[in-house]
C-alpha cells in the first residue's frame, strides 16, 4: 500500500532560524513528489515537485526540498523562517503512471509555527 | 489573478437539505477535481473528471454527486447532508498528462459547509 508519512504534527522554529519539515514516503517505483502549503480558510498552494535528475528542488517562496531515494524521503527547508511561513504542510506523492487523481497521496500534515 | 474560483467560500445548509457547491477554472486545464477536508487533515479525494469522464473513488458516499457541464466549470451536488458532512471542500484542477504523472494540481480557496 501507497502511505505518505509526516512524522511531525507541529514543528516550532524562531524567526530567522533554518527550518525542516519532514516527510518519508512508501510507494512502488519512483514517485513523483509534491510539497503544499495551506494558509488558514485557504486552499492549498503548490511550492515544489521532484519530478527526476537533481536531487535538490527550488521552489516558490524560497523553500527547497532534497530528495533522498535510499531513504525514501523528501524533506522540505527553508534557510531562514519567516513568520508568514507559519502554515499547515502537505507533502504529497504519486506513482510514475497515468492514474490522473487516484493516486495522489496526501500525508497528514505538519503545522509550521514560526516564532517572533 | 484568479485561477481556480469556488463559490461560495462559506455554506450553511440544514440537515437533509441538498446544496450545491460550484467551481471554475481559467486554466482551461482537463482534469478536475473535489477532495473534502475535514479539521486540518489531508484532503480526501472525492472523484474527479478527466475531460467528460466521470471517475469516482470507491468510498465516496452516494451522497455525493457531481456535474461537469464544459471544460470550465464543474459541480458538487450534496443530496441529503448529513452533520458529517461538515468540512472544507476543495476543487483542484491539472492539465492531462504531459507529465507522465508529475502534473501539479491548482487548488481553489475552497468552500467551507457547515451543516444545521
Known amino acids: 500500500a501507497q502511505s505518505v508519512a509526516q512524522p511531525e504534527d507541529q514543528v516550532n522554529v524562531a524567526e530567522g532560524n533554518p527550518l525542516t519539515v519532514k516527510c518519508t514516503y512508501s510507494?512502488?517505483?519512483?514517485?513523483?513528489l509534491f510539497w503544499y502549503v495551506q494558509y488558514p480558510n485557504r486552499g492549498l498552494q503548490f511550492l515544489l515537485k521532484?519530478?527526476?535528475?537533481?536531487?535538490l528542488v527550488k521552489g516558490s517562496y524560497g523553500f527547497e526540498a532534497e530528495f533522498n531515494k535510499s531513504q525514501t524521503s523528501f524533506h522540505l527547508k527553508k534557510p531562514s523562517a519567516l513568520v508568514s511561513d507559519s502554515a499547515l504542510y502537505f507533502c504529497?506523492?504519486?506513482?510514475?503512471?497515468?492514474?490522473?487523481?487516484?493516486?495522489?497521496?496526501f500525508g497528514p500534515g505538519t503545522r509550521l509555527s514560526v516564532l517572533p | 489573478d484568479a485561477m481556480v474560483i469556488q463559490n461560495p467560500r462559506y455554506q450553511v445548509t440544514q440537515f437533509g437539505k441538498p446544496v450545491t457547491l460550484s467551481c471554475s477554472q481559467t486554466l482551461n486545464h482537463n482534469v478536475m477535481y473535489w477532495y473534502q477536508q475535514k479539521s486540518s487533515q489531508a484532503p480526501k479525494l472525492l472523484f474527479h473528471?478527466?475531460?467528460?469522464?466521470?471517475?469516482n473513488e470507491a468510498d465516496t458516499p452516494d451522497n455525493f454527486q457531481s456535474r461537469r457541464p464544459n471544460t470550465s466549470f464543474c459541480f458538487l451536488d450534496i443530496r441529503s447532508p448529513g452533520l458529517g458532512d461538515a468540512a472544507m471542500y476543495l476543487c483542484?484542477?491539472?492539465?492531462?498528462?504531459?507529465?507522465?504523472?508529475?502534473?501539479?494540481?491548482?487548488f481553489g480557496p475552497g468552500t467551507r459547509l457547515t451543516v444545521l
Open positions: 521532484y519530478i527526476t535528475g537533481d536531487n
Open positions: 473528471y478527466y475531460d467528460k469522464d466521470f471517475n
Open positions: 510507494v512502488s517505483g519512483n514517485p513523483y
Open positions: 504529497a506523492v504519486r506513482p510514475p503512471r497515468d492514474n490522473y487523481g487516484q493516486n495522489f497521496v
Open positions: 483542484a484542477t491539472s492539465r492531462d498528462g504531459t507529465e507522465g504523472g508529475a502534473d501539479t494540481q491548482y
